[in-house]
């Protein structure tokens, strides 16, 4: 069972990226995903939740901004975010229960100012 982050990077304020989470050894359409962040000494927190049916949520600070999406038959989730901000800048880490909760080793978003 794996889940693997990728797409992080360094950008400027303003500009995109798009995080990408595969899986392996799950059933990844009927599972719930999820983005969480964590920056520099703050608490790590969830960014945006995409379920099974593709109903998303997200955090009151990305709306607008970030939008979660998932592809079944590539087992993978994505995370597109435009607009960013310095504040955006964190670990990001893609999460999901099944059977137990999974984390993905994290990619670090930089965004300059």
């Known amino acids: 069972v794996q889940l693997q982050a990728s797409g992080g990077g360094l950008v400027q304020a303003g500009g995109s990226m798009r995080l990408s989470c595969t899986t392996s050894?799950?059933?990844?359409?009927?599972?719930?995903m999820n983005w969480y962040r964590q920056a520099p000494g703050k608490e790590r927190e969830l960014v945006a939740t995409?379920?099974?049916?593709?109903?998303?949520d997200y955090a009151d600070s990305v709306k607008g901004r970030f939008t979660i999406s998932r592809n079944n038959a590539r087992n993978t989730m994505y995370l597109q975010m435009n607009s960013l901000k310095p504040e955006d800048t964190a670990v990001y880490y893609c999460?999901?229960?099944?059977?137990?909760?999974?984390w993905g080793q994290g990619t670090l978003v930089t965004v300059s100012s």
């Open positions: 999460n999901a229960w099944y059977r137990r909760e999974l």
């Open positions: 995409i379920t099974s049916g593709g109903n998303t």
């Open positions: 050894g799950i059933t990844f359409k009927i599972t719930t």
